[in-house]
């Protein structure tokens, strides 16, 4: 009986510390993708652990996570610190992100139901609601157009798509808010994304391939003008 107990008893533990590891991981990436944390930081375990209010092993495991995920690099010996990608990393990654979610529209326009396109248009109407005048428009829209391409990863019916798009997500938000926050993208990219329903409503893959990657290649286009400055 003893046995069964402490048994139970060692798996809460465990859930308890997976648990503890993936707050940790999101409090972390947070900063990243909000730009709390920038560019060619140093990231310092002791700093975190106290920040954060957790212990050393759950900060590591994150890093370690977040190190995998290309976010940051943790140098033996040295510590561990925040990319600063050159131009040309960038110029690569939103080539490989434009053609991914350029396929996953494809996908949607030949598979999508009429329910999902209401979902879609009725997201497309919240981010037209966005007051763009406003100094928490950039961070509105920045979660609204998160949800849009969402629908459409949804919409093309294809989760190890989805999954590995919705990391190189995280990565384009990063770069993004890093660079040039997401208020330099809210007009001419909700305009953009009319386009792209429309071409998904009229079921015509082609055409929302196309206009997906030309909506993600100008955003990569003013994220490389901006690191010229």
Do not use: W
Request: charged share 25%.
């Amino acid at each position: 009986m003893s046995n069964g107990v402490g048994f139970a008893l060692n798996i809460k533990e465990k859930e308890a510390t997976l648990n503890k590891r993936d707050e940790v991981y999101s409090r972390i990436i947070s900063l990243l993708l909000s730009a709390k944390i920038q560019f060619g930081e140093r990231l310092l375990v002791k700093e975190l652990g106290a920040e954060l209010g957790v212990s050393r092993q759950p900060i590591m495991a994150a890093l370690n996570r977040l190190d995998a995920e290309g976010f940051v690099q943790i140098i033996p010996q040295v510590g561990c610190e925040v990319i600063n990608p050159g131009r040309s990393e960038i110029a690569d990654f939103y080539l490989m992100f434009e053609r991914m979610e350029g396929l996953l529209a494809e996908l949607a326009a030949a598979r999508r139901t009429s329910a999902q396109m209401n979902d879609l248009k009725a997201l497309h109407r919240r981010i037209m609601g966005i007051n763009f005048s406003n100094s928490q428009a950039g961070q509105d829209y920045g979660s609204l157009n998160r949800e849009f391409h969402q629908i459409i990863h949804v919409m093309a019916r294809s989760p190890l798509l989805d999954e590995r798009q919705r990391n190189n997500f995280n990565m384009s938000d990063f770069f993004i808010n890093q660079l040039v926050g997401f208020g330099k993208f809210t007009g001419d990219a909700a305009q953009e994304h009319q386009e792209i329903i429309d071409a998904i409503e009229m079921q015509s893959p082609a055409k929302a391939r196309a206009l997906t990657e030309n909506h993600i290649s100008g955003i990569a286009g003013v994220l490389l003008a901006a690191m010229r400055d």
